[in-house]
């Protein structure tokens, strides 16, 4: 029998023990219920498809969880966690199988949220925007400690973690069961087969930072994949000159870019593209994004020339030998490290085509060291690369050693990148685990001055 399509009233008040219980469907307008580590409210009904929506406010660094299909210990949870992005998992996470690390709301202030359950599929929103879109697959993977986390019936609960979370107008909407979510277009992951979904059960953080809108790629098209894949995605433009794709060009581009992206569960990142950027643009315009990178992939050569050595074209040895041209590229390394106030070194590592296959011949010890101690100063993270599987996974163990933390980044060129297969290979060789990845709470840039160490032929 279908569940008829009515939103139920509060019937009734348990009482008041050491922990109270309230069996809740639709809360009086107006009411607040308050959410402690020492409070727990449930709707008392068997609830399958269904939608709740409401309110909530979170005080600095409270935390409670919305648990649904649940008997107190079965069913999913969604976290109510705000603040800075500083690798706890933020709200609207679907705790332990798509969990995110920025939230779209912020502490102190009333935010709007939505959790629906239609059949196999669940959708949170966050102030209007969807922020997971999960499909439960036949054959789902959990952990032992997460067996019971599946699709079921049950009754809503919300739960206290620590501080006050406060919600109200909270409305459940009992739903058909035939009810099914028509942005469920993406199929479903087959997690036993899936590496995120691991990643995702042990708490690891599991971010993209190195994502561009090219190539096809869209805003919406890289936001569905994000959720469907698992992946948090930090999205970034080129911001500088010589780049493949959209490329901004000052201050003004860059606000309105951010406008565009900033609304979206992305992370929101920049590149510093070619060498002038820290010329072209104001660090307040660049400081609104969440992190910054750069990468040593175009220099100033022996010759003064700018010089992008992922081209061919533009690779110029003009007598000098490749170990002395490889000397060069680390010389700039340095130099952009020590003086290019970025958060990530992006495309670490990286050398011309054409030495690629000597790539543990050129990159020795000493040279090596040198890019560290720069790194290390200045408390740079280093991107791990899956689109060229660098750094070498020598190197990612040589810094894990130095204490250095990682980021992962694609650097796609269009919409058909893959699923950070060289990260998980370093997770699983280099024995890299949660603590050793960066967040943009870590980042010192808006400290270090700009120093334009370069000067350009016209």
Same mark, same amino acid.
């Given at each position: 029998m279908n569940r008829p399509n009515i939103k139920h009233r509060i019937t009734r008040i348990i009482g008041y023990l050491s922990v109270c219980f309230i069996f809740i469907a639709c809360t009086p307008k107006g009411s607040i219920i308050t959410i402690t580590p020492e409070t727990k409210w449930v709707a008392g009904n068997d609830y399958h498809n269904f939608e709740l929506q409401g309110q909530a406010y979170t005080e600095k660094d409270a935390e409670a969880t919305l648990l649904f299909h649940t008997d107190g210990e079965s069913g999913y949870e969604v976290l109510f966690r705000n603040g800075?992005?500083?690798?706890?998992?933020?709200?609207?996470?679907?705790?332990?199988?798509?969990?995110?690390?920025?939230?779209?709301?912020?502490?102190?202030?009333?935010?709007?949220?939505?959790?629906?359950?239609r059949g196999k599929n669940i959708a949170v929103q966050i102030n209007g925007t969807d922020v997971v879109c999960y499909t439960e697959p036949s054959n789902p993977?959990?952990?032992?400690?997460?067996?019971?986390?599946?699709?079921?019936?049950?009754?809503?609960m919300l739960q206290g973690k620590q501080g006050t979370v406060k919600f109200q107008n909270l409305q459940i909407t009992p739903l058909d069961e035939n009810a099914r979510n028509e942005n469920d277009t993406l199929p479903a992951i087959d997690e036993q087969n899936d590496a995120i979904i691991r990643l995702q059960q042990q708490?690891? &953080?599991?971010?993209?930072?190195?994502?561009?809108?090219?190539?096809?790629? =869209?805003?919406?098209?890289?936001?569905a994949m994000s959720m469907n894949y698992g992946i948090n995605y930090g999205v970034a433009p080129n911001a500088g000159e010589g780049g493949v794709g959209r490329m901004l060009a000052?201050?003004?581009?860059?606000?309105?870019?951010?406008?565009?992206?900033?609304?979206? &569960?992305?992370?929101?990142?920049?590149?510093?593209?070619?060498?002038?950027? =820290?010329?072209?643009?104001?660090?307040?315009?660049?400081?609104?994004?969440?992190?910054?990178?750069?990468?040593?992939? =175009?220099?100033?050569?022996?010759?003064?020339?700018?010089?992008?050595?992922?081209?061919?074209?533009?690779?110029?040895?003009?007598?000098?030998?490749?170990?002395?041209?490889?000397?060069?590229?680390v010389d700039q390394t340095v130099k952009i490290l020590a003086n290019e106030p970025a958060d990530i070194f992006a495309n670490p590592t990286y050398i011309p085509e054409d030495m690629q296959a000597d790539y543990d011949k050129y990159w020795t010890d000493e040279r090596i060291y040198r890019v560290l101690d720069v790194m290390q100063e200045h408390q740079i993270a280093l991107e791990i690369n899956p689109r060229y599987m660098i750094p070498s996974l020598k190197i990612i163990r040589m810094a894990k050693e130095r204490g250095l933390k990682f980021v992962f980044g694609t650097n796609n060129v269009d919409a058909n990148?893959?699923?950070?297969?060289?990260?998980?290979?370093?997770?699983?060789?280099?024995?890299?685990?949660?603590?050793?990845?960066?967040? &943009?709470?870590?980042?010192?840039?808006? =400290?270090? &001055?700009?120093?334009?160490?370069?000067?350009?032929?016209?």
């Open positions: 800075m992005m500083d690798g706890s998992r933020k709200t609207g996470s679907l705790s332990t199988i798509r969990n995110l690390y920025r939230s779209l709301a912020k502490d102190n202030e009333w935010f709007d949220f939505k959790v629906s359950v993977y959990r952990i032992a400690e997460y067996r019971k986390r599946l699709i079921g019936h049950g009754d809503i708490n690891f &953080p599991v971010i993209d930072y190195h994502v561009h809108l090219k190539g096809g790629l =869209t805003k919406e098209m890289a936001h000052n201050d003004q581009e860059v606000y309105e870019y951010y406008d565009e992206v900033q609304p979206l &569960p992305f992370i929101c990142g920049v590149q510093g593209e070619g060498r002038k950027w =820290t010329s072209t643009f104001s660090q307040n315009a660049l400081g609104i994004f969440d992190y910054l990178f750069t990468d040593a992939m =175009t220099i100033m050569d022996h010759k003064n020339r700018n010089s992008r050595i992922y081209r061919k074209e533009e690779v110029h040895y003009d007598g000098v030998s490749k170990e002395q041209y490889m000397e060069q590229i990148f893959g699923k950070l297969e060289y990260c998980i290979l370093a997770i699983e060789e280099c024995g890299i685990t949660a603590d050793d990845i960066w967040f &943009p709470s870590m980042s010192i840039r808006q =400290t270090r &001055p700009v120093i334009i160490y370069n000067t350009f032929n016209q």
